[in-house]
């Protein structure tokens, strides 16, 4: 298994650009998540997603876009890029189970993106 | 809201010397917890997690947290560093909704010198 994959691994953008990155597991989780990582921040929720056709604003879903067509991918769009937008992103996975909350999640290696 | 602080943005330690990586929730129900290991450049990894049960739990690599409800503290610790234990270490909480979204603490970066 590949667990959770993300592409590119880095990326810099001018202001204004648009683009796409990748998310994608093979576990069958249905549950999918996207974070930022700023410094000393930790990380924040963007979007996730519960299944295929369901997704949901996280804490700071401003300036992204995410849809869910299938189980396996979970692509987190960028419209109108700004330096507010230059972090590492994660994409991560989790199954329901019974517990909810309770299960892992597993994340993807990230994507470094820079906007200038 | 759920929240999560990590006391220490930067915790030192001697190879050998008790790691000790403090974390306390605010919750109002009872949480699930979590800690998180992220080595350079890589993603992250869970270490070990509290649902229900007993409140001592031991993880991967030695590391073990305790979940004191009336402290609301969730405290990583291990007996003895190794070099290979230097990374940044984020405590998380669950919400309780069922879709498993975390709210992470700002991490506490460990330095492990010979």
């Known amino acids: 298994n590949a667990g959770v994959t993300q592409t590119p691994k880095f990326r810099i953008l001018k202001i204004g650009q648009s683009m796409t990155l990748q998310c994608a597991q093979d576990?069958?989780?249905?549950?999918m998540y996207w974070y930022r990582q700023d410094p000393g921040m930790g990380l924040k929720l963007i979007y996730y997603?519960?299944?295929?056709?369901?997704?949901d604003k996280g804490e700071v879903p401003n300036g992204y876009n995410v849809s869910r067509s299938t189980t396996e991918d979970f692509p987190l769009r960028l419209e109108l890029a700004a330096p507010s937008q230059t972090s590492v992103y994660f994409c991560a996975s989790s199954s329901p189970g019974l517990a909810g909350g309770a299960n892992e999640q597993f994340f993807g290696p990230g994507t470094r993106l820079t906007v200038l | 809201a759920q929240s999560v602080t990590q006391l220490g943005s930067h915790v030192s330690v001697s190879e050998g010397a008790l790691v000790l990586l403090r974390c306390n929730y605010s919750s109002s129900v009872p949480p699930y917890l979590f800690w998180y290991v992220q080595y350079p450049n890589q993603g992250l990894q869970l270490l070990l997690k509290y649902t229900t049960g007993a409140t001592l739990v031991k993880g991967i690599n030695g590391f073990e947290a305790e979940f004191k409800k009336s402290e609301t503290s969730f405290h990583l610790t291990k007996p003895s560093a190794h070099m290979s234990d230097a990374a940044e270490y984020f405590c998380a909480v669950s919400d309780l909704g069922g879709y498993s979204t975390l709210t992470f603490g700002k991490g506490t970066m460990l330095l492990v010198s010979p």
């Open positions: 997603s519960v299944g295929a056709g369901i997704t």
């Open positions: 576990m069958n989780h249905n549950y």
